[in-house]
């Protein structure tokens, strides 16, 4: 399983309120969030994402309220994966509950930069720029949670779907 896109660069502490903000909410179809996706830190984010891209960050992504709006916005919005140096546990597990890949990977999120063409391999963790020619070793994901991921997430994992 691979990713492949343009970076959107982003710093520490992205917390789920600037993912999606709280006041949409009340929305919960992933298209609807995906709208408003960033919007509080990057007004020009879901004018810009297209389909396969990627977000890099520092620290601590997806820290702040408990809520899986905010990995659905990002899957929702087309990008095929979130790197970072660390995840919020609880955005980690909601991540992989509706199906979107992360991989944890510090040299990474310090060296890529906004813009750059990205590839990620999930079974080998291999992260690899393309606009500089350079690769890191990320945290590659265990065959059972390839398998959520490929499913959509964890409700259609055990569904069989």
């Known amino acids: 399983m691979k990713a492949c896109g343009h970076v959107f660069k982003y710093g520490d502490n992205v ?3 600037v993912i999606i903000p709280a006041r ?3 929305a919960t179809q992933g298209e609807e969030l995906a709208k408003h996706c960033m919007e509080d830190i990057d007004k020009e984010f879901i004018h810009k994402v297209q389909k396969g891209d990627i977000i890099v ?3 601590n992504f997806g820290c702040g309220s408990s809520r899986e709006h905010a990995p659905l ?3 929702c919005a087309g990008v095929s994966c979130v790197i970072a ?3 919020a546990r609880i955005f980690y597990r909601n991540a992989i509950n509706i199906g979107l890949p992360i991989i944890e990977c510090p040299e990474a999120a310090k060296a890529i930069e906004n813009g750059d063409e990205v590839e990620v391999d999930f079974d080998s963790g291999v992260i690899t720029d393309k606009t500089k020619g350079e690769t890191y070793k990320g945290q590659s ?3 059972f949670m390839q398998k959520i ?6 409700v259609n994992y055990i569904n069989g779907k």
């Open 15 to 17: 917390d789920t309120d």
């Open 24 to 26: 949409y909410l009340n």
């Open 141 to 143: 994901f265990p065959p």
């Open 149 to 154: 991921i490929s499913a959509g997430g964890l």
């Open 73 to 75: 916005a990002i899957k």
């Open 57 to 59: 960050a520092n620290k």
């Open 85 to 87: 140096e660390t995840f």
